[in-house]
C-alpha cells in the first residue's frame, strides 16, 4: 500500500483576503417631505427609487421615505461575523 504525503491546498492569499471580508451594503434614504437623508442597513428588496413608510422622520414626522442611493463596501468581517459565515 502506497501513500503519497497528501499535503493540504495552500490557500492563497486572495482567498484569504476574501475570507475576512465582507460586502456590507447601505440604503441612503432620503425624507418625501423635507429632504432629510438616513441610512440604513442594505434589506431584502432594497433598490433605488423604492417608496418606503413607517419610519419617522426624525425631522418633520412624515413617514413616507424614498430610497436614493445602495452601497456597498468591503469591510473587514469580525470575529462574530466570520463564524456565521462557515
Ligand atoms: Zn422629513
Redesign the pocket.
Known amino acids: 500500500m502506497s501513500e503519497e504525503p497528501q499535503l493540504p491546498p495552500i490557500p492563497s492569499l486572495g482567498d484569504n483576503i476574501k475570507k475576512n471580508m465582507i460586502e456590507k451594503k447601505t440604503s441612503v434614504l432620503k ?6 437623508k438616513a441610512k440604513r442597513p442594505f434589506e431584502d428588496g432594497d433598490f433605488v427609487f423604492r417608496k418606503l413608510s413607517g419610519k419617522n ?6 413617514t413616507k421615505y424614498t430610497i436614493i442611493q445602495v452601497y456597498g463596501e468591503w469591510v473587514k468581517a469580525t470575529r462574530k461575523e466570520r463564524k456565521n459565515m462557515l
Open positions: 425624507c418625501d417631505n423635507c429632504g432629510k422622520c426624525p425631522k418633520c414626522s412624515e
